[in-house]
């Protein structure tokens, strides 16, 4: 089970501090990347002459060019960047050519140079031939009045602790299953999952299952679930509108439990099909009482699948039509264009361990959308995985350790902090 960790956008009521930098420079590297030792907070790309595609990444920007290009690439960018200052430069870089970068600090419409900095050098074991350089920039920053107030406020709802549901299994003897296997098995009766449910496997229309699985939660400190949904007709359907009612019995002991849904999408959804599911959800499933809401809005989460179906523009214009009926909710989007989240109202990331892969990444990342979610004003879910492991049932597929509990516990100690 995934669980994702609802932290409301703007969490602390102090507000912070950022500066605008901007970076000119050139490289005839097949790749490049330059770092802060300070977190992103908005970027724009102002030119880019040549090769490759220059990307804004959590600490600063890269650019990837195809492999063994030694073409040269100039560029100039600006970067707002959080915090009171900078003490570290960092560029890294394939194993041709060079990076050269020289930075100004923006302030009062002016720039103030802080330093010019290049890296031509081959590291001996080392395949980013990382390169540090430190600098006195306080100094710098001290003599302008170059900083910015990043928005707060104060926190908008509770935290909550949400767990991502998949309520697509059948059985042959089941409801949901009604003489076949539904999703337990592929092909050749090959066994779909890592794990394997103590209770046996369970048929998801099964009432009794549901409520055992939304009790255990609530008792395990789980305050919801998002149940995994495949659009109006599908299974999930039904089983979202039996977790419904199963909340409502629960609330009768005192036993408060959401239900929201997981908008899964299809691979070539159209512009329509978004605007006619997301209405769906809010029309037959929003307005019931068990249904997550945040100051009334019904909370509606979307994958990256739906979001990377449509494009930017399209988006626009679905979250446009829904809210011109009269419909308004709180969508969180599975991205990490914190710019891209406003259409929404919120953002997550579904697959940390995915995005990041490793644990300081995925601090540096999660981090990353926290300021992002704070900079453009939406709400913030942050996801926590105990590890993963897709290797039995793709390939070559991935996995990240658990390292005995130790990844899972990081990242509570990061939810709690931010």
């Not at 299994?169 to 090959?190: F, Q, S």
């Not at 599975?334 to 989240?341: E, L, N, P, S």
Request: aromatic share 14%; with cysteine; net charge neutral.
């Amino acid at each position: 089970m995934k669980i994702l960790t609802m932290l409301c956008l703007l969490i602390s009521v102090v507000l912070s501090m950022a500066f605008e930098i901007e970076i000119v420079g050139y490289t005839t590297s097949d790749w490049t990347s330059v770092k802060f030792d300070v977190c992103t907070l908005d970027g724009k790309i102002l030119r880019y002459d040549g090769s490759g595609e220059c990307s804004i990444i959590p600490y600063g920007f890269s650019i990837h060019k195809p492999q063994f290009d030694s073409s040269r690439v100039t560029f100039r960018l600006k970067l707002d960047l959080a915090g009171e200052g900078f003490s570290k430069v960092c560029i890294e870089k394939g194993d041709i050519g060079e990076t050269w970068v020289e930075i100004f600090l923006m302030a009062n419409g002016k720039k103030l140079k802080i330093g010019e900095f290049k890296n031509s050098e081959n590291v001996l074991g080392d395949p980013t031939n990382r390169k540090e350089f430190f600098i006195n920039q306080k100094s710098a920053l001290g003599r302008s009045k170059g900083f910015f107030e990043v928005p707060s406020s104060p926190r908008r709802c509770k935290r909550l602790v949400l767990a991502f549901y998949y309520a697509w299994y059948g059985t042959p003897d089941g409801p949901m299953g009604n003489g076949r296997w539904l999703h337990w098995y592929g092909p050749g009766m090959y066994y779909q999952g890592t794990n394997h449910p103590l209770r046996g496997l369970y048929d998801s229309w099964d009432e009794k299952v549901l409520e055992d699985h939304m009790r255990e939660a609530l008792e395990s400190g789980i305050d919801g679930f998002v149940v995994s949904w495949w659009g109006p007709g599908s299974y999930e359907t039904d089983t979202v509108k039996k977790m419904l009612r199963i909340s409502h019995d629960m609330e009768k002991e005192g036993k408060r439990f959401y239900i929201s849904v997981y908008y899964e999408g299809y691979e070539y959804s159209t512009e329509e099909e978004a605007f006619n599911d997301l209405c769906f959800v809010i029309d037959e499933f929003a307005k019931d009482r068990g249904f997550l809401k945040i100051n009334g809005k019904p909370v509606i989460f979307i994958y990256s699948r739906a979001i990377n179906s449509i494009s930017r523009k399209g988006w626009e214009n679905v979250m446009k039509r829904i809210r011109e009926t009269g419909r308004d909710a709180i969508f969180v989007a599975d991205t990490m264009d914190g710019k891209f989240a406003k259409i929404f109202g919120g953002l997550h990331i579904y697959n940390v361990c995915g995005a990041f892969r490793k644990l300081p990444a995925m601090e540096v990342g999660l981090r990353f959308l926290n300021y992002q979610a704070r900079y453009n004003g939406v709400l913030y879910a942050m996801n926590i995985m105990p590890g993963y492991d897709d290797t039995h049932i793709r390939i070559p597929g991935f996995s990240v350790d658990r390292e005995n509990g130790k990844l899972y516990e990081e990242l509570w100690k990061l939810v709690l902090e931010i």
